[in-house]
């Protein structure tokens, strides 16, 4: 394996006081019109008051950068549809129906759509194929609602849907927040023997006795929830570390509803570690002088 290394010369540096933080100028924040609980502005204000960066709020990623020819458009963003969640990403071209149904997304983007899962690094990668050249930069942040489902192929040989996806540009994925982490065992007991019973997923029904447990669509509490996977996807921008390993830190990667809860609602804080590594960053954004903010 070669000749030893010999011993660096540099000081090491202390974990969380970053060099090399990329501390961005502005943060565009995106609307999803299909969640009108989701208060986009209330998120930008939280970002701004915890890191000390200026947040402008804009209206639909896809609408926002997205005018122009919408045919191709649609033909990109259904390329990426994940097509066998037990295996990894195989480029096909998508069928005529599955382009007009993009189309019609496109047109209306009030509209939610049904369980359709997209590759989230191809789906990021056709949005930052969107952004102009002036706004390409680790100088500016793009955080963008959405309501399409993003997955990513893991290690144990599936794709999972993920409520944010830390990337740029980072989309935090409204239907995520409540597909992603696990529901209660209990209701994926019920949801089974309700599906044997009546021979169809019924959905409400089974999430009846859960109520109040996850969060669901067009829950009061997303707004709240957003914040919380905001946060994280600007941590991620600036350090490349986004996730924390205290259960009652915002950072906290959840798997489960519950945990997803405990973090964001009950909690609502960040640990000892965060707290300090938000108030330098809140520090550095703030001593930079106005014109640089610009
Ligand atoms: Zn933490």
């Known amino acids: 394996m070669g000749r030893p290394r010999k011993p660096s010369k540099t000081p090491p540096v202390t974990p969380g006081v970053g060099a090399d933080w990329d501390i961005p100028r502005i943060?565009?924040?995106?609307?999803?019109?299909?969640?009108p609980d989701l208060e986009v502005d209330s998120v930008a204000g939280y970002i701004h008051e915890t890191l000390g960066i200026s947040?402008?709020?804009?209206?639909?990623f896809l609408v926002h950068h997205g005018a122009g020819d919408s045919e191709s458009l649609a033909r990109r963003i259904a390329a990426t549809r994940v097509r066998n969640i037990m295996r990894p990403f195989d480029p096909m071209e998508p069928a005529y129906g599955e382009v007009q149904f993009e189309l019609r997304l496109l047109e209306e983007p009030s509209k939610r759509v049904p369980a359709i899962l997209y590759d989230a690094y191809r789906y990021t990668g056709v949005m930052r194929g969107l952004l102009p050249s002036g706004e390409r930069s680790l100088r500016v942040l793009h955080i963008a609602f959405e309501h399409r489902i993003l997955g990513t192929f893991d290690e144990d040989g599936r794709y999972h849907a993920r409520a944010v996806v830390c990337g740029y540009p980072s989309v935090v994925s409204t239907s995520g927040i409540v597909e992603a982490p696990a529901k209660p065992e209990g209701y994926y007991r019920v949801k089974a023997q309700l599906s044997v019973a009546l021979g169809a997923i019924p959905f409400d029904a089974a999430k009846e006795p859960f109520?109040?447990?996850?969060?669901?669509?067009?829950d009061p509490r997303l707004t709240e929830v957003a914040k919380g996977y905001a946060l994280q996807a600007t941590v991620y921008h600036i350090t490349k570390d986004a996730f924390c390993d205290d259960p009652r830190c915002r950072l906290f990667n959840a798997h489960w509803q519950s945990e997803l809860m405990r973090a964001q609602l009950e909690s609502g804080g960040l640990c000892p570690r965060h707290r300090k590594i938000a108030a330098e960053i809140s520090a550095s954004a703030r001593r930079r002088p106005v014109a640089a903010r610009r």
């Not at 943060?27 to 969640?35: C, E, G, H, V």
């Not at 109520?211 to 067009?218: A, L, N, V």
């Open 211 to 218: 109520k109040g447990q996850f969060i669901d669509y067009d």
């Open 27 to 35: 943060a565009y924040l995106y609307r999803d019109s299909s969640s």
């Open 55 to 60: 947040c402008t709020v804009r209206g639909d």
